[in-house]
């Protein structure tokens, strides 16, 4: 399974799916290579689509929350919940990724901002490479939120 997720992260025919398509079928294949097929998925999005690299990136990123979902808020559990939300403000100007899961939540005082953990070190690299920033949260569940510009900043002229 994880040859297809890959091939499905770098495939630039994606480019033409909805969004919401290519998250569901991406995170889909990733909790049944994670071991955790039985666990319920189910993705919003109002944005319809993403340029590939940006894509690419906020794919890596949801990829990486699911995972964490796996190890943590579905541990010792047959089923669970995953909801995964991209939506525009309505301006359109920026786009917020809402992960959620079922689980018990972040433990008390847990402090991602001070996390050495290496997925949580991830994540922060892609919310930088998107510009973005990451909140973390419980309520009913851990709650992950990347917020990020819509559109890619300009490159500096050399």
């Known amino acids: 399974m994880p040859c297809s997720r890959y091939r499905r992260l770098y495939d630039p025919s994606n480019i033409d799916l909805p969004v919401g398509k290519y998250l569901h079928d991406l995170l889909a294949d990733v909790l049944v290579s994670s071991g955790a097929p039985d666990v319920t998925i189910e993705v919003t999005s109002s944005v319809p689509r993403m340029d590939?690299?940006?894509?690419?990136?906020?794919?890596?990123?949801?990829?990486?929350?699911?995972?964490?979902?796996?190890?943590?808020?579905?541990?010792?559990?047959?089923?669970?919940?995953?909801?995964?939300?991209?939506?525009?403000?309505?301006?359109?100007?920026?786009?917020?990724?809402?992960?959620?899961?079922?689980?018990?939540?972040?433990?008390?005082?847990?402090?991602?901002?001070?996390?050495?953990?290496?997925?949580?070190?991830?994540?922060?690299?892609f919310a930088r490479t998107l510009s973005g920033t990451l909140e973390f949260r419980n309520d009913s569940g851990a709650v992950t939120e990347l917020v990020f510009p819509a559109k890619a900043a300009e490159a500096a002229a050399v």
């Open 52 to 125: 590939i690299d940006r894509l690419i990136t906020l794919s890596l990123s949801a990829t990486e929350i699911a995972i964490n979902s796996v190890k943590h808020g579905f541990a010792g559990r047959t089923d669970g919940k995953l909801h995964v939300n991209l939506s525009s403000t309505d301006d359109g100007a920026t786009h917020v990724l809402t992960v959620r899961d079922d689980g018990p939540g972040f433990p008390d005082g847990f402090d991602p901002a001070g996390s050495d953990r290496l997925g949580f070190r991830v994540l922060r690299g």
